[in-house]
């Protein structure tokens, strides 16, 4: 079933839970060949939406001129896979403050 969102745009819905809904937004492209590869490994359907972006601007040098969550490449999955997404990715977060001191 296809429903209009005020005419902004097509989106599509169904009772099963196979709207795409955001999982998360990263600027880091090795955090996101991470959460692909988790993804992929478990199994989960997921969509990225600016991982282009981030093969054009090295996050390590745009660090000091833009600010980091202001892009990235954002990861849709299922509705229904949202939950269990969420579980498998706990602990995959990048770790910024060894980054900052260094290490």
Do not use: C, W, Y
């Not at 692909?36 to 359907?45: D, R």
């Not at 093969?55 to 745009?62: E, F």
């Not at 202001?70 to 403050?97: C, I, K, N, S, T």
């Amino acid at each position: 079933m296809n429903n209009t969102d005020d005419g902004a745009g097509l989106r599509e819905e169904d009772p099963g839970g196979a709207e795409l809904v955001h999982l998360l937004t990263t600027p880091d492209i090795a955090h996101l060949i991470v959460i692909k590869s988790v993804l992929e490994s478990a199994g989960i359907p997921f969509l990225v939406q600016g991982e282009e972006g981030l093969h054009q601007i090295p996050v390590s040098m745009a660090m000091g001129f833009f600010r980091a969550d202001a892009f990235g490449a954002v990861v849709r999955v299922h509705r229904r896979d949202l939950e269990d997404a969420q579980v498998l990715l706990q602990g995959v977060e990048p770790d910024r403050q060894a980054e900052e001191d260094g290490s």
